[in-house]
């Protein structure tokens, strides 16, 4: 009597294989802005469909591209400074910072706040959407592995500079420079720059021409962590 062939569990295989493929699809993304700069963002898209249901914002997308060595050397310094200190020292996580701020928040008895790195927030800005999820959370996470593992330093930064949000509608350092101040970026002064990098965690609720008092804060502390931190441009050639 022929004995029947186990046919095993083909929806455990497909469950498998679906896994694997739904994990290789990051490693390609950002094998592709490695060599690529991208046409369009996640962050993009996600921001003209909430223009159209929330009609809030007006949802237009102006982005423009320049080279890292075109992205004056005090935007840099001041977004270096405010938003990841540790950069070119950390894998993507700032784990002194996390320590810090969750003695913080227990001190304070409220929410962990202020632990976002530039390749945590470059991840955000291009592969996805946004939101407090633990799903989204963990994809962060993993495009920063990636992003640390298979880009440099300088291309992170690269990256971050010209998708980061500045406006509404407006992307990138090239952009901002020319919404705000009607000249490229590599023309903007000392102090625009300051004013920029003090945007970022606020950039759709802020307005350089008419500071709130807490952006003026903020334009203070850059300001004066530029001139107390050595330049980035060493960072850069190291």
């Known amino acids: 009597m022929a004995r029947k062939r186990r046919t095993g569990r083909p929806w455990f295989r497909i469950a498998i294989l679906f896994l694997i493929v739904l994990a290789l699809i990051p490693v390609l993304e950002v094998v592709y802005v490695r060599f ?22 007006r949802g237009d997308i102006h982005y423009q591209w320049i080279p890292l060595a075109q992205v004056p050397d005090d935007f840099l310094d001041g977004a270096w400074q405010m938003e990841d ?37 470059c ?18 996470a993993y495009y920063t592995l990636l992003m ?17 949000e500045l406006g509404d509608g407006i992307y990138g350092i090239e ?26 965690p606020f950039p759709r609720g802020w307005d350089p021409h008419n500071p ?18 050595g330049p980035i441009e060493r960072k850069l050639r190291e």
Request: with cysteine.
């Open 36 to 57: 690529f700069n991208p046409p369009i963002t996640t962050l993009m898209i996600f921001r003209r469909i909430e223009a159209m249901i929330t009609r809030q914002y």
């Open 85 to 121: 200190s540790r950069f070119f020292s950390h894998d993507g996580f700032d784990w002194i910072e996390m320590e810090e701020a969750i003695q913080r928040a227990e001190r304070k008895h409220r929410a962990i706040q202020g632990v976002s790195t530039i390749s945590n927030q």
């Open 123 to 140: 991840a955000r800005s291009l592969f996805l959407w946004e939101g407090r999820s633990w799903v989204r959370k963990g994809l962060e």
């Open 148 to 164: 640390e593992h298979l880009l440099t330093k300088q291309r992170i930064l690269e990256l971050y500079v010209n998708v980061v």
């Open 175 to 200: 952009e901002a420079a020319e919404h705000y101040y009607e000249v490229p970026a590599k023309r903007l002064t000392r102090a625009e720059c300051a004013m920029l990098a003090a945007m970022l």
């Open 212 to 229: 709130s008092p807490r952006l003026r804060s903020r334009y203070i502390i850059v300001l004066r962590r530029m001139n107390a931190g």
